[in-house]
């Protein structure tokens, strides 16, 4: 079956600029994650989603970051006036959830390789 | 969520199998031990995971001591396209997300 899917797969942009990073999880997972990956390191969680509502966003790294998920499904990670430090590869992961709050593993997409020059 | 020790990197001959070992001495009860790997510019994939018993896949199998305290991933058969870097990670089942660390580079040598 499908995966999950992101896009743009590779984004360049000016320092200064707004980005918009779109992930469309596997269908029925009701959890979804975005995470980040600067060159040579581990991945920084960013934002959890439950549905449409996101009861942890303790990762987001400033108030530039923001995500949003509509219909349970696909969600958009907005960067505002980027910098050359929020050039990274972007990850979304998704998962599903069973009973007693148990989350699955979570099944990761392609990632977007965002470049703010 | 646990934090794991992992060596940076082990290198292992194609056809041998790669034994990953895995440091999770401060796991809670209700922690599982997952293992991730990525592939270079791909995101991560989902290997195999285990609470207390020992668990095969059709990818690897995960040796999880009797303490809990540590474990090992086990590729039985290694390929080129096996080198990656391996990621162990301690969770509770309710916990929404995954601590990745640095994980171990895996290098499978022709």
């Known amino acids: 079956g499908a995966g999950v899917s992101q896009s743009p797969s590779n984004k360049v942009t000016e320092k200064g600029k707004d980005v918009e990073l779109r992930c469309d999880p596997i269908?029925?997972?009701?959890?979804l994650y975005w995470y980040r990956q600067s060159l040579g390191q581990g991945l920084e969680f960013l934002i959890y989603?439950?549905?449409?509502?996101?009861?942890?966003k303790s990762g987001l790294p400033s108030d530039r970051f923001s995500a949003e998920r509509t219909g349970g499904s696909v969600s958009t990670l907005t960067i505002q006036r980027t910098q050359q430090e929020d050039s990274a590869v972007y990850l979304c992961?998704?998962?599903?959830?069973?009973?007693?709050?148990?989350?699955?593993?979570?099944?990761f997409g392609p990632g977007t390789r965002l470049t703010v020059t | 969520d646990a934090k794991t020790t992992q060596p940076p990197s082990m290198d292992c001959a194609e056809g041998r199998a790669a034994n990953l070992p895995c440091n999770h001495s401060?796991?809670?009860?209700?922690?599982?031990v997952y293992w991730y790997r990525q592939i270079h510019s791909q995101g991560p994939q989902y290997i195999i995971h285990?609470?207390?018993n020992n668990e095969t896949n059709e990818m690897a199998s995960l040796i999880i001591t009797e303490d809990r305290k540590s474990s090992t991933l086990i590729l039985p058969h290694a390929t080129l396209r096996d080198t990656a870097v391996y990621y162990c990670i301690v969770r509770a089942n309710t916990g929404n997300q995954f601590y990745f660390g640095t994980g171990t580079s895996l290098t499978v040598i022709p």
């Open positions: 992961a998704s998962s599903s959830l069973g009973l007693a709050g148990v989350l699955y593993e979570q099944y």
């Open positions: 989603f439950q549905g449409n509502s996101a009861p942890d």
């Open positions: 269908s029925g997972h009701t959890a």
């Open positions: 285990g609470l207390k």
């Open positions: 401060t796991i809670s009860g209700n922690e599982y």
